[in-house]
């Protein structure tokens, strides 16, 4: 009968667990605390732990921590009975700011009696039936020659001998956090101080930021509360289509990293995915290398090995030590010759820079489909007009019509020209050679640096064109596929701006909907370049072209890096494909991300599935 009772005891408290979720309670200091009065030098202010409830809506977050705390001073004041009291299911515990000398009667030997009292909360969140969890102080924004210095080291080797001995998990909060601080510099880090002199604490942008690397160590570290975090939004409900995130590739040396990774699908009862992209050097400015492929024939379960083709889409060498590459290639099926027909355009080189005064064409290249390899990559002969000096059709959408005409969008710009402009250009392609045959009226704008990177669909009866611009995101209609109306910034449907600038939007076209694939601002994502991730999906209303916000879900998140240049393919009517690479640069003065970093970005090759719902 006893052995009955303690186990419908225990059955009765997992389903209490189940259905209430996990008490979380937090132990420690001002770092973590929650700020209930406003303080009038720091308005701001907020720890990290009153933002950890965003990250698990599922979970009781109790938050004991306190200001000025200590591991020796939180249980003097009676603080960690208050934690004990609480029966929690786990207890995160974070001390070390106020433990390090000359905080008085605070202070602890990072040797001595701070490990007794960490091992003496941990004995007795266990004897009170809870999990405690250990965390590392959070690194202070303190720089010496552009990186992160820490006083703090004694204290977090403490902290994880502790844990490693106890065999309690830890959070190594300060070295991820040390990790962010360098890749992202001192002038944006103070972005998260609460005011112009506080070093130590956060306002609620930075708690937050913080916040969220607990909530992803959790994850890594204490994975029964995976079901229980969210660090994505959820998508909304009732979207006709799943998404399926695919790792095609991942890893990198610091020194390449993988871009432009697009796809073109060869049909068949299951098609083929043949995916090409190229290695960017780190240490340039969108230098490229020979362009790589690898396939897959069983919808991405398995893939072949990444195979460089040198010969036929490497680089060559010109007069006067110059260099020319093809690059920002996008591979598509062509129906009517049958066969995977690649376009980009071309970029030159001298000495790893890029030389804006060198004629640019577009680069094209024919798949063998038998041999598993391409043409060498030929340029377009454009009509004989000064405009198309600069000129290419790099990252752009590309429609085929069915009499196997293709609609190519092109930029350009005149030698000398402060701006891109934006044309529709109609080609025949015989399987072996594309050529032009006309072209559509020119669309411009004269801001930044144009109107470039267009993206061409047809839905409807009706031919979308979307542009890209350095200050917003612009749209297009025509009837014919060549002939424009004037462009309309990209907005929701509320009239608001879209928030997407500086960066290329692709279409989704399905019987379900017109889609816009892009990145934006306002996704808490003020840490990544321009914004460039996540990478989200919405529906766009093809009458008014507004972007229908709720339909708005991430297909790609992110973590902590942009996510590059990327595509869309067409795999099946049943299944379409968002590809794209974490592009391992940031902004100066610490451009390269290196291979440890605050979120575990590794130049990981995506491939969203999109699978359509019957």
């Not at 009667?105 to 266990?126: H, S």
Request: one cysteine or more; proline letters at 6%; hydrophobic letters at 35%.
């Amino acid at each position: 009968m006893r052995f009955l009772i303690l186990a419908l005891t225990l059955a009765s408290s997992v389903l209490a667990f189940a259905q209430n979720g996990p008490r979380i309670v937090l132990a420690g200091d001002s770092t973590v605390a929650t700020v209930t009065q406003t303080k009038k030098d720091r308005p701001d202010l907020a720890g990290w732990g009153q933002m950890l409830h965003e990250f698990l809506p599922q979970a009781t977050v109790v938050n004991h921590a306190r200001g000025g705390a200590s591991s020796k001073s939180f249980r003097s004041l009676g603080l960690w009975n208050k934690v004990i009291a609480e029966n929690p299911d786990y207890v995160l515990i974070q001390f070390g700011h106020n433990d390090q000398p000359g905080k008085g009667e605070r202070t602890t030997d990072p040797k001595g009696d701070y490990r007794d009292n960490l091992r003496r909360f941990i004995e007795e969140v266990r004897t009170a039936g809870g999990q405690p969890v250990l965390i590392t102080s959070v690194v202070r924004r303190v720089y010496e020659n552009g990186k992160l210095v820490s006083t703090l080291w004694p204290y977090v080797e403490a902290v994880k001998e502790v844990g490693q001995q106890m065999k309690v998990p830890v959070i190594d909060l300060h070295q991820r956090s040390l990790w962010f601080g360098n890749q992202m510099g001192e002038k944006f880090c103070l972005r998260y101080a609460p005011s112009d002199t506080d070093r130590t604490h956060f306002n609620k942008e930075g708690a937050r930021m913080i916040a969220r690397l607990v909530a992803e160590g959790l994850a890594r570290e204490v994975p029964e509360l995976r079901p229980y975090l969210q660090l994505l939004p959820p998508p909304p409900k009732g979207l006709p289509y799943e998404v399926k995130l695919e790792t095609v590739t991942s890893g990198y040396d610091g020194k390449t990293c993988w871009v432009h990774p697009r796809a073109g699908a060869i049909p068949g009862p299951t098609p083929t995915v043949v995916m090409t992209m190229q290695k960017l050097l780190l240490t340039g400015s969108d230098v490229f290398f020979a362009l790589n492929d690898l396939r897959t024939d069983d919808l991405g379960r398995t893939w072949s090995p990444i195979k460089q083709h040198d010969q036929t889409l490497g680089r060559r060498n010109m007069p006067g030590d110059i260099i020319v590459a093809a690059c920002d290639f996008t591979p598509k099926w062509h129906a009517k010759s049958g066969k995977l027909l690649g376009t980009g355009h071309t970029v030159h080189y001298q000495n790893d820079k890029v030389m804006h005064d060198q004629k640019r064409g577009t680069s094209y290249a024919v798949y063998d489909e038998k041999s598993h390899t391409w043409s060498p990559w030929a340029t377009l002969e454009m009509p004989k007009e000064a405009k198309f000096f600069n000129s290419g059709a790099g990252c752009v959408q590309r429609f085929d019509l069915e009499n196997g005409d293709i609609l190519l969008p092109v930029y350009f710009k005149g030698q000398g020209d402060k701006y891109y402009s934006v044309t529709v250009l109609r080609c025949s392609f015989d399987g072996k050679t594309l050529k032009c045959l006309g072209q559509g009226n020119d669309l411009k704008l004269e801001s930044g640096r144009g109107v470039y990177e267009p993206s061409l669909t047809h839905y409807q009866g009706k031919f979308y064109l979307t542009l890209r611009n350095d200050t917003a995101a612009y749209v297009t209609t025509s009837t014919d596929g060549l002939n424009y109306g004037p462009i309309q910034p990209w907005q929701f449907e509320d009239g608001s701006d879209l928030g997407n600038y500086n960066t290329q939007q692709h279409w989704v076209t399905h019987n379900h909907g017109l889609y816009l694939v892009y990145n934006r601002r306002g996704l808490n994502n003020d840490h990544i370049v321009r914004h460039r991730a996540p990478l989200v999906m919405a529906q766009v209303n093809p009458d008014t072209l507004k972007v229908i916000r709720s339909t708005e879900r991430i297909l790609v998140p992110e973590r902590g890096v942009r996510l590059g240049n990327f595509a869309v393919t067409e795999v099946s009517e049943n299944e379409t494909w968002v590809t794209v690479a974490e592009w391992m640069q940031n902004t100066p003065p610490n451009i390269i991300v290196p291979p440890e970093n605050a979120f575990g970005a590794d130049n990981s090759v995506y491939a969203a599935r999109i699978l359509w719902k019957k």
